[in-house]
């Protein structure tokens, strides 16, 4: 599949100074295109697939990092509001963030139901006004969703300033009660979402003044700086992001990542009594959860906080927990708590407005973070352009800074954009039925309130996998796109992003996963590997993982830190040697040794599903009647 993709194309139009969204249309009816079906078929179902999936994942790691990172993991263990008189701080950052995740559950949450269904909607409807325009049907809607950059940095920027802030503006006295304990925190997490919610609405409407400016920073920019934003988005935040996600949990994930490298690269596709085909998507979810429910990313709490951020202490600890999305407690518990409930909503819409009066000192950052979202969406339209549907540029900022603000007045303080993945929509058959059930479906989601037992119900790399081949794909895109001779500039623009990031406080696992003791050998073999998916080599694919299990297992691949002698022992140096999984666990080349047995067992089957005529054969080879009946 992927050496089919078609990108770009060299007749792209002229575009004024200023597009008035008005004339664009040159008289265009605004009744509903009938012409053009809203189910095409299978590749309307993968186009549906990848984006609900993409969707998902940028809403199951914005929601990590909301609520485990920020409420739980930062607030809720702040030590500074007993430094400063509480005689219990800890019960009050505790209850903070306990009232933050009801506050992000009942209310965001539910407050982006209305911007994904609206914004769905609109560009499912401006595809088939595009259609009459242009008098054809070959027409693909742009793809809609979490606006996955601005969220991060507006989580960290804006709305932990604001939930610390909170927190001392209603710090209860040094002999307050549990209940004004609880009810401090109750206020602290409503004024810092009124905060979060009056930014997130005054960063729509920057969002839309790029309607009138948006068309002259493209004239005058290079082509490299034009597509900055689809690399470093692409690469940092949906392609290097997951893949520590994955690398931190290779029992659960390295499967489904490779289910994507052989449906979106390769071309393969899963049949069901030979006719009906799974969606990559899907099936890379399913791998997933299965996986991690069935005990793979089990481990002891001591080690796991060693490992991840460094902690001594907790060294002892021997309890088992697991990783979030595979506690049948904690999916209970959000079921129970949010699901089909009746406080959702409560308090939001309209309200959250109300914050405006403190978002003085966050203008600066609102308008930085604006002008990437529009400019980010002149990527989006520009690179649906290349792949042959040409959009309105204005009307779209417009429409994207129009879905924000109506999220907000619902209650959300997340931003919404055009994706940047439209040419693989279009690639895969979709037209416009996927943009439309993609925000009805969302829509049932995000205000019944199951989204919160679905967080606890999924492993967070069960999207991730598919957000790595988004990523990499607008990547290839960004460089197809862009002269020879600026490919160094195009490289450099890939910094900020990483800087970004890594400001952010990204703590991971993963990076020692794929880092200590083999970070360049797990390079080569990962490329070689992806290599042969794209090629269906599978039977070399079947040696090289059996290779990869022992210098998985010797250290030559994956981390292999002994503890020290100290008191309290900590992660020493890394090593190369053969060691078990003892020491508390350090040692993670047996996790990784295990995932490449299971890597081997999967391309082993291919090969036989090759030989059976069931999937197709190498790259190159002549594919079976089956497989051109698929094709």
């Avoid at 559950?105 to 914004?119: D, H, K, V």
């Avoid at 004024?191 to 309607?211: C, D, P, Q, R, T």
Wanted: hydrophobic fraction near 45%.
């Amino acid at each position: 599949m992927a050496e089919d993709l078609k990108l770009s194309r060299g007749d792209k139009p002229e575009r004024k100074w200023f597009e008035n969204p008005f004339t664009w249309w040159q008289g265009t009816s605004l009744a509903w295109n009938t012409k053009i079906p809203i189910w095409t078929g299978s590749g309307e179902a993968e186009g549906l697939s990848e984006l609900f999936v993409d969707n998902l994942g940028s809403l199951l790691g914005t929601t990590g990092a909301a609520v485990g990172h920020i409420g739980y993991g930062i607030v809720g263990t702040l030590g500074a509001f007993a430094a400063v008189g509480m005689s219990d701080g800890s019960s009050y950052a505790t209850a903070i963030a306990q009232e933050w995740e009801k506050v992000y559950f009942s209310r965001n949450i539910p407050g982006c139901a209305f911007a994904l269904l609206l914004g769905n909607l609109y560009y499912a409807w401006q595809c088939g006004r595009l259609g009459n325009k242009e008098n054809r049907e070959d027409v693909t809607a742009q793809p809609y969703g979490i606006n996955t950059t601005g969220v991060y940095i507006t989580l960290y920027a804006i709305n932990l300033e604001a939930l610390i802030s909170a927190g001392f503006i209603y710090l209860p006295g040094p002999l307050a009660s549990d209940a004004d304990i609880r009810q401090a925190a109750i206020n602290a997490a409503d004024h810092a979402w009124k905060v979060s919610v009056a930014a997130n609405f005054l960063l729509g409407i920057f969002e839309m003044l790029g309607a009138f400016v948006g068309e002259s920073i493209r004239k005058a920019a290079p082509v490299a700086a034009f597509y900055a934003p689809m690399v470093g988005v692409g690469f940092v935040y949906l392609a290097f992001v997951p893949m520590l996600n994955i690398a931190m949990e290779p029992m659960v994930c390295l499967i489904p990542l490779l289910i994507v490298f052989n449906g979106f690269f390769g071309g393969v596709r899963y049949h069901v009594f030979r006719k009906l085909t799974i969606p990559i998507g899907i099936l890379a979810l399913l791998a997933a959860a299965i996986a991690g429910w069935s005990g793979g990313c089990a481990r002891e709490a001591g080690t796991l906080g060693a490992t991840k951020y460094g902690y001594t202490l907790q060294y002892f600890d021997s309890t088992k927990v697991t990783c979030t999305g595979t506690s049948q407690a904690e999916a209970q518990r959000a079921w129970d708590t949010y699901a089909f409930q009746d406080n959702v909503l409560s308090g939001a819409v309209f309200v959250g407005l109300g914050g405006f009066s403190e978002i003085g000192s966050f203008i600066t950052t609102l308008f930085l973070v604006g002008v990437v979202g529009f400019v980010g969406t002149m990527s989006c339209v520009e690179s649906a352009s290349a792949a042959g549907d040409d959009y309105p540029m204005a009307e779209t900022m417009i429409v994207d800074g129009a879905g924000t603000c109506i999220g907000a007045l619902f209650g959300s303080f997340y931003s919404t954009t055009v994706y940047i993945g439209h040419p693989i929509h279009k690639n895969l058959g979709a037209k416009r039925g996927y943009s439309l059930i993609n925000g009805i479906l969302y829509f049932i989601l995000l205000l019944s309130g199951v989204f919160a037992a679905l967080y606890q119900s999924l492993p967070e790399c069960a999207s991730g996998s598919i957000l790595v081949f988004v990523g990499l794909i607008l990547g290839r895109q960004a460089f197809e796109e862009t002269p020879a001779r600026h490919y160094p500039a195009l490289l450099l623009s890939l910094f900020p992003y990483l800087c970004n990031w890594a400001k952010l406080g990204n703590a991971n696992e993963g990076i020692q996963m794929m880092g200590q003791a083999g970070g360049l050998m797990f390079s080569v073999v990962i490329t070689w590997l992806f290599c042969l998916c794209i090629d269906r080599d599978f039977l070399k694919a079947t040696i090289l993982s059996f290779a990869a299990i022992w210098l998985s297992l010797f250290g030559f691949f994956a981390s292999h830190n002994a503890p020290n002698d100290s008191v309290p022992p900590t992660e020493g140096d890394e090593k190369i040697g053969f060691y078990g999984k003892e020491d508390h666990e350090y040692n993670n080349g047996w996790r990784w040794a295990v995932s490449w047995t299971l890597a081997t067992v999967f391309f082993a089957a291919h090969v036989g599903l090759q030989r059976a005529g069931i999937i197709q054969g190498p790259y190159g080879e002549k594919d079976s009647e089956v497989q051109k009946i698929e094709a």
